[in-house]
């Protein structure tokens, strides 16, 4: 297991044993995974950590019931736990204040962040980010709604990403092989039970809330996003003050992989100016 990239350090936050990687030096900034069956921190932000490490200071964490941070039994997954979850690895690492990068699900902890303790917070970036109010789409439905197999795994990566060249059988194999290690469908398919629009609202910020933002805020969506509506996008770049708004064309849920390059440039630049 010391050879698989996606584990490297541990340490105590808010009570969970959580596993984190801390790369590069200068301004912290935060990474925050999405909630698809078998991610992890490193599955997630691989293209973007090295490359935000070249001028910042970058922690990318498992939340409590993804990757291979703590599942305790007795947990609920609810936006406390996890935005605790962060706010205790900060404490825990003596960091005051960093900036956030919330992808999906991690939107929705990125804007609960940034509400909750506003002082913590430097700037914010969204993509393709859950947190408002929003219809339960499909793709949504059937990612939360995944029972492991090869064949489910090729359908999810098919509804994430716009260019199907990525999405290999190499890579539909080496997600399903991530879904079904020990601990982590159970926790996987414990989050979101039908009916699974409770948990998009769950998940979304009091809009006056939102509004009230007042963190320079990079909002980032795949025009042709089948996971989270091309709409949020549009709602949080209305509701924040100090706000802007990148969307790409031929481009899916999966921003950070489909457009890394350009995807890393605008969030160095955004976090940098």
């Avoid at 973007?48 to 609920?76: K, Q, Y």
């Avoid at 919330?102 to 002082?119: D, K, Y």
């Avoid at 489909?258 to 440039?265: C, I, P, Q, S, V």
């Amino acid at each position: 297991m010391s050879n698989n990239p996606e584990i490297a350090n541990s340490i105590q936050a808010a009570g969970i044993e959580t596993n984190y990687h801390d790369v590069g030096d200068g301004d912290v900034v935060l990474l925050i995974h999405g909630s698809g069956p078998g991610v992890s921190a490193w599955a997630n932000w691989r293209l973007t950590i090295p490359e935000l490490a070249r001028e910042f200071r970058v922690i990318a964490p498992d939340m409590v019931g993804f990757g291979f941070s703590e599942r305790p039994d007795n947990v609920d997954y609810t936006m406390d736990t996890w935005v605790d979850q962060i706010f205790g690895l900060m404490d825990s690492l003596s960091i005051s204040k960093a900036s956030i990068v919330g992808n999906s699900f991690g939107g929705a902890l990125a804007l609960a962040m940034t509400i909750r303790h506003p002082e913590r917070i430097n700037k914010q970036v969204l993509m393709g980010s859950v947190g408002v109010p929003f219809e339960l789409t499909e793709g949504l439905d059937k990612v939360w709604g995944y029972q492991p197999s090869i064949e489910n795994m090729k359908e999810l990566l098919d509804i994430f990403a716009y260019n199907r060249a990525i999405v290999t059988d190499e890579l539909a194999e080496l997600r399903y092989k991530a879904s079904i290690r020990p601990g982590f469908q159970e926790s996987f398919s414990s989050m979101f039970p039908v009916p699974r629009q409770q948990w998009v609202d769950a998940m979304a910020s009091d809009v006056d809330e939102i509004r009230d933002i007042d963190k320079p805020t990079l909002i980032i969506h795949g025009r042709d996003d089948n996971v989270i509506p091309l709409q949020n996008a549009y709602d949080l770049f209305n509701f924040i003050e100090q706000s802007e708004l990148h969307a790409f064309g031929q481009c899916g849920h999966w921003t950070q992989i489909e457009h890394g390059a350009r995807f890393n440039k605008l969030v160095s630049d955004f976090l940098s100016g």
